[in-house]
Structure formats: C-alpha cells, structure tokens
C-alpha cells in the first residue's frame, strides 16, 4: 500500500515528531511505501517585518501548501493520506487537496486544536472548555495563545473558517483519537463519531527492563505551565521521605523552576534538561517511578507508554485520558490534579512500599505487552487504514 504522511513539527521538538517517525518506520518495515510531505514551523524565522503578516494566510490557508500537496496527489496517486499536524506553515489547505482528488484521510487528534486555538482545554492554571462550549470569541478575550489576542485571533479565524467550509466534516475524512477519553470529548463538540477510530501510541524499539531500579523518581516531559510541575515542587518539599527526582526536559518554565528549587532549598530535586531520548529511556529504566504532574486533558503521553516499557510504574494526575491509561493501585498511582498534598502522600507510599510498587512496575510492563508495542499497533494502524478505504 502506498501511504502519504503529513506532518508539521514544531519548533520545539514533542511527542507528535516522535510518534510520527515512530509510524512512518513502522509502515516502512512492513513493506509499505511511504512517502511523507513535511513543513517546519522553523520557517517562520524566514519571515521579517511585513512578511510576518503572511503568516495570518499561510495559518487560515496556506497556498503554496495547497499546490504543492495537490501536485503530488496527482503524481503519488496514494491509496490514504494520514496526517499528523498541519499548524502553522501545511495549514488545513491539503484536506481540500485530498477531497478533491478523492483520496481518504486520516487524521490523528494529537490534541485540542480543531476546538480550542491553544489546543489544551487550559487557562489561568486549569481546566477550560469555553471555546468549545461557547465560542471561539472567549480564547481571543483571554489572549489565550502566546497571551497574545491577535495571535489566539488568527488560530481562532483558522478554525472558524474550516468549520465553515466543512473541512472537518468531509466525506472521506476519519479520524485517529489516542484514548476512548479524547474521542468522546470530540464527540461531544460535533465531530462524527462514526468516523473515529481509537488507537494508542506505542512504543519502539522495546526497550526492555532494566531489573534493579535506582533511588530516584523522574519526571519527563516540558517544562511549560500545564505540565504543572509547580505542584510537583510543592509536593516532594511536602514529603516525609527525601529521595531524589530528576526533572528532564525543557520549555518555558524550565529557568523559573529552577530558581523556586534553589530559593526553597530543594537540593534533591536535579534539572537535567534536554536530553537525548536514549538517555531519557535510560533514566526512566533506572527510576523507582515516574511522576506526571500535567493537568490539562492529556491525549496520550508517550511518556507513560514509554514508562510502561520499560516497567516503571507512574503517578499521574486523576484527569481525562491519564486516569484511562495508568490503573490505579496496579500500573500506579492516582492523585487529586493540583493537590500537592495528595501527591506528596503518593509519593512517600511509593518510596517507602518497595515491594508493592515493584509488582506494579511488573503489571506496567505486561499492559505494554498487551498494548502498546508496534506489532499489536501496526495491526490496528491496518485496519483502520483498509476499513477508511472501503468506506471512502
């Protein structure tokens, strides 16, 4: 089969890239042909003084995007077209593209975006669905991307004007959502439910168990605000037990962590940054376990499926698709989203019930044999690719 990829990394490197070269290898291995169409949001750099307000149409619709895509549909003539993202330089110009050339799509829900510009469901700290539940118009008020109201205008407009033109709603356009949590809540705000399939993330190559674990819990994943690893903080300065956690990752939050760490005395708490992702597999291997502090509506951290490889049980927040992925009392932990002191109470029978959580991090392992490997994924990615085709 012949398969066209689509994807638009960000500037600063996630989960989305992962997975996305994650499928790609996949598909490849299995012997199909993949041919993949990229854009980087690093091209904005390109743009200077007035150019930048070409960006406002390259998000609403970019067309050099469009005719590029166009072109090579009619040259690949490819059996489906599966997009990751598209914001900001692709834009949702290629699904256009695809619908005129009567090729299927399918289109993994990563996050939010097709209902909420900052793509989170999060505002001022929590929770927020406003966007979705009344208008558009409400995250253009609170400035909600970038705390910008012109920005959070434009992603507004782009959204709106999609919706207009039935863009998401296509005949032959599916949908990928990563936990039965992320499809209901696109259910609930008007996508097709019928046309909604639900796969995991996975894992690859497996990166088996270390045996031993360290003294130490880590925590993954960017150091931003939903991430709230300020409860985090708050949380092991709360605990009885002093052991050390190791804090990787980078972001917007990362400088001003680290200074409420060293103004608190938290000497047992280590910023290691950016790391390679062998060095994180690495670190989650060693660790007693894995602390996800995020309080935001989670799709499917591939931290947590990495965590489960390499039988590390998590502590995660009780919210949406974490509380769906880590069962609590057997692959971890939950506790209350933004309770420092529920976490602070997790964490100490964590540190001080070895036996118990090293059973737990043997059940996280087994629910990544069962689940989240790439021959169980590629045997769903296949399905869901020849079921869109048949009906499309």
């Known amino acids: 089969m012949k398969i066209l990829i689509v994807h638009n990394p ?37 743009y200077r003084g007035l ?38 330089m692709i834009s949702p110009s290629i699904f256009s593209a695809c619908e005129q050339a009567g090729i299927p799509v399918v289109h993994t829900l990563h996050n939010y975006r097709l209902l909420c510009p900052v793509g989170t469901f999060f505002r001022n700290g929590q929770v927020c669905e406003d966007c979705a539940t009344n208008s558009l118009w409400a995250g253009v008020q609170h400035g909600c991307y970038h705390n910008s109201r012109g920005t959070t205008a434009v992603i ?116 290691r940054g950016q790391i390679p992702r062998s060095e994180v597999i690495a670190t989650i291997r060693k660790a007693r376990f894995l602390v996800f502090s995020s309080e935001w509506y989670e799709n499917f951290p591939v931290t947590i499926a990495e965590a489960f490889a390499c039988g590390t049980p998590v502590i995660c927040s009780r919210l949406g698709a974490m509380e769906e992925i880590v069962s609590d009392g057997r692959t971890g932990l939950h506790f209350a989203a933004g309770n420092a002191e529920d976490l602070a109470q997790k964490m100490d029978w964590a540190w001080t019930h070895s036996e118990e959580i090293n059973a737990m991090g043997r059940e996280a392992r087994r629910e990544y044999e069962s689940k989240y490997t790439a021959e169980i994924n590629y045997k769903l990615l296949s399905e869901i690719y020849n079921r869109v085709i048949g009906r499309a």
């Open 10 to 46: 960000y500037q600063q490197r996630g989960g989305e890239d992962v997975v996305f070269e994650q499928e790609c290898r996949m598909l490849q291995q299995a012997g199909h042909e993949v041919i993949t169409y990229v854009r980087s949001n690093d091209e904005i750099s390109n």
């Open 51 to 88: 150019q930048q307000l070409r960006l406002i149409t390259q998000t609403v619709w970019a067309r050099d995007s469009h005719r590029e895509f166009a072109a090579l549909l009619k040259r690949e003539k490819p059996a489906v077209v599966h997009v990751h993202n598209t914001f900001i």
């Open 156 to 271: 507004a407009g782009m959204i709106a004007v999609h919706r207009g033109l039935h863009t998401w709603t296509q005949p032959r356009h599916f949908y990928i959502a990563l936990t039965q949590f992320t499809r209901r809540k696109f259910v609930e705000f008007g996508l097709p439910g019928e046309r909604i399939f639900v796969k995991p993330n996975f894992v690859d190559p497996d990166p088996g168990t270390s045996g031993e674990k360290d003294g130490f819990a880590v925590f993954v994943g960017r150091l931003s605000p939903e991430k709230r690893v300020m409860t985090l903080l708050a949380a092991w300065e709360r605990a009885k037990s002093r052991f050390p956690l190791m804090i990787l990752g980078g972001g917007p939050d990362r400088l001003e962590l680290e200074e409420i760490a060293w103004q608190r005395g938290l000497s047992g708490i280590q910023f």
